[in-house]
Every structure is written in structure tokens, then in C-alpha cells.
């Protein structure tokens, strides 16, 4: 079966420093993976997607970048966090043909 | 562009009395239909979906949706509902199957459950 996994739950990181978030997937090749950021009252907003190995499209505008160093990786970084980055990231993959989505656990990126 | 309406951002129920979240869409064409529930600090678990066919969809924990075009709805229902279910719902709209198909989120509905 397919599995997500992503990580740290928890992350408490001050303004300016970089940020690297990462999502792998497990018993499924050649997934869509999606990065998404809710905020209070605000639902899922999309980040980026990505439909392969270092294809990446950007949905916003912002402080983030993704990667995707491998076909199941997919990063998140940051080169200088701003408190408006503060938020719960979600990673989320689905089959080419499906088209339902699957949710990582998340994390919660405090910005101090 | 396709949208989701959750008009309810906070319901309260008491345990064992039905339930119903209202989700209403914007899509030019068939709408691939979802509902997902998010429990404090976890990630989003699929509760049902809606492609084609029968527009009574039955999901995971009791839960039901039904399709309505005319009205453009997609509506979440529990007969009986359980303590357990105390969580934030999502309604969500897929833009179709191929390399895309992203999904498009309501802004979610927080369920309170009174014992």
C-alpha cells in the first residue's frame, strides 16, 4: 500500500534562517505531489505541484521554493523565512490517472 | 475558475443528533467532488468522493454525501453524530483527471460535538 511520509511535525524557526521541509512517498511511482499551506480560517491554499523529476509549477507567487530531486521526494525550502510563513504545510500525492489526493501528517512551521 | 463555498465556518451539534455540512461548487463541467476531515494538528484523511453515477455517495465512519447539480451541492451527512467526530471538515473540487487535477478546498467547516 501507499504511504506518505513528511517531516518534522514541528518546527520553530527564526526570521531570515532557511527552511527545508520534506515529503517522500512510499508504494506508488510516478505520483502528482502537491505542497499546500493552511492558515486559520483560510482553508488549503496550493504552493506548487509537480507532475515529475524536476518539473515544478508555482500556484502563488512567494517567499518558497520546491524541488524534486526524486520521483517520490519533494522539498520545500526557503532561503529567508518571514513571520508570514508561519502556517501548517501540507505534502499530498496522487496517482496520474486518480484522482483523489493523500495527506501527509504535516508541519507546523512557527516563524519567531 | 472553479470554487468552493463552505458557508458554515463553525458548527455545533449535540452527540447523537444528525448532521449536515453544507458545501456548494463552481465548475464548468462535471465536477470530481470530495469531502476530507482534519483532526487538531494531523493531516487531511479522504471521508468519500463523488466522479459519476449514483449521486448518494457512501464514505468511511458513517458518513454520507449527495450530489446535487441543480443546486450545485454536495452536502455531508451523518445520521447519528459521535463525540469522535469532532474535527474540521473540507469540501473539495477536482479540476479532472491528466497531469494536473488539482484539487480546489473550501475554507472548511470546524464541527463541535456536545455531550
Known amino acids: 500500500s501507499q504511504t506518505i511520509h513528511q517531516w518534522p511535525a514541528t518546527l520553530v524557526q527564526p526570521v531570515g534562517s532557511p527552511l527545508s521541509l520534506e515529503c517522500t512517498v512510499e508504494?506508488?511511482?510516478?505520483?502528482?505531489l502537491y505542497w499546500y499551506r493552511q492558515a486559520a480560517g483560510r482553508g488549503l491554499q496550493l504552493l506548487f505541484y509537480s507532475i515529475g523529476i524536476d518539473q515544478i509549477s508555482s500556484e502563488v507567487p512567494q517567499n518558497l521554493s520546491a524541488s524534486r530531486p526524486q520521483d517520490r521526494q519533494f522539498i520545500l525550502s526557503s532561503k529567508k523565512l518571514l513571520l508570514s510563513d508561519s502556517g501548517f504545510y501540507l505534502c499530498?500525492?496522487?496517482?496520474?490517472?486518480?484522482?483523489?489526493?493523500?495527506f501527509g501528517q504535516g508541519t507546523r512551521l512557527t516563524v519567531v | 475558475a472553479q470554487s468552493v463555498t463552505q458557508p458554515d465556518i463553525h458548527i455545533t451539534v449535540s452527540e447523537g443528533a444528525s448532521l449536515e455540512l453544507r458545501c456548494n461548487y463552481s465548475?464548468?463541467?462535471?465536477?470530481?467532488l470530495f469531502w476530507y476531515v482534519q483532526s487538531p494538528g494531523q493531516g487531511l484523511q479522504l471521508l468519500l468522493k463523488?466522479?459519476?453515477?449514483?449521486?448518494l455517495v457512501q464514505g468511511i465512519k458513517g458518513f454520507e454525501a449527495e450530489f446535487k447539480r441543480s443546486q450545485s451541492s454536495f452536502n455531508l451527512r451523518k445520521p447519528s453524530v459521535h463525540w469522535s467526530d469532532a474535527a474540521e471538515y473540507f469540501c473539495a473540487v477536482g479540476a479532472g483527471g491528466g497531469s494536473q487535477g488539482n484539487l480546489i478546498f473550501g475554507k472548511g467547516t470546524k464541527l463541535s460535538v456536545k455531550p
Open positions: 463523488y466522479f459519476s453515477g449514483d449521486t
Open positions: 508504494g506508488t511511482s510516478n505520483p502528482n
Open positions: 499530498a500525492w496522487r496517482i496520474l490517472t486518480g484522482r483523489e489526493a493523500f
Open positions: 465548475y464548468g463541467a462535471t465536477p470530481y
